[in-house]
């Protein structure tokens, strides 16, 4: 089992940077493919970076392509999400996932075993 906390979300004008972070406790973090997916008020969560257990395979969503980039550390049993260019449209909670059961992450939250508790990003206008 493993636990995930979030961190780094706040308030930015848009053009703006944030970087987030999400710890996980154990010590088989590597086992697992991680995945940051979010979610907008009165919207549906959606996928929106993936990586590998180790980290040479990553995954985008269209929509964040070029901006965002998703990166892990399994020495210090984290993943983060460096958001650049941030836009109005990026406003949401964002999520890190864990998925014990792939090598390469997916954009199916489903496929995710273990969720953080979120933390909001709002980017102003």
């Known amino acids: 089992q493993v636990q995930l906390v979030e961190s780094g979300g706040g308030l930015v004008q848009a053009g703006g940077s944030l970087r987030l972070s999400c710890a996980a406790s154990g010590r088989t973090f590597s086992s697992y493919a991680m995945g940051w997916f979010r979610q907008a008020q009165g919207k549906e969560r959606e996928f929106v970076a993936g990586?590998?257990?180790?980290?040479?395979?990553?995954d985008y969503a269209d929509s964040v392509k070029g901006r965002f980039i998703i990166s892990r550390d399994n020495t210090q049993n984290t993943v983060y999400l460096q958001m650049n260019s941030l836009k109005p449209e990026d406003t949401a909670v964002y999520y890190c996932a864990a998925d014990s059961d792939r090598t390469g992450s997916s954009r199916w939250s489903l496929a995710y075993d273990y969720w953080g508790q979120g933390t909001q990003v709002t980017v102003s206008s």
């Open positions: 990586i590998s257990r180790t980290g040479r395979n990553t």
